[in-house]
């Protein structure tokens, strides 16, 4: 691991201090890699329930239209 010019070594840690602001800076690439991943998937799980979601509100708008056409229908013949 190189240090990046004004920067130190946190030891015991994966972190870097740059000297003049004092920020850190995380050098542990297998920790940033598993981050984004997981960011990733929750991303995708977030867009597979809106998608579920969605088609889930387009069938009960289905099921009401049947119940709709189905009373009609029912309404009709007791009458006719």
Do not use: C, H, W
């Not at 691991?1 to 000297?19: A, C, Q, S």
Request: glycine share 8%; net charge positive.
């Amino acid at each position: 691991m190189r240090n990046l010019p004004d920067t130190v070594k946190v030891e015991g840690t994966p972190f870097l201090r740059e000297i003049g602001s004092m920020g850190l800076s995380n050098m542990d690439v297998a920790a940033k890699d598993e981050y984004y991943s997981k960011v990733n998937m929750l991303s995708s799980q977030k867009k597979e329930i809106n998608s579920i979601k969605t088609e889930i509100s387009s069938l009960k708008n289905d099921v009401n239209d049947i119940k709709n056409l189905l009373k009609q229908l029912i309404g009709k013949g007791g009458n006719g």
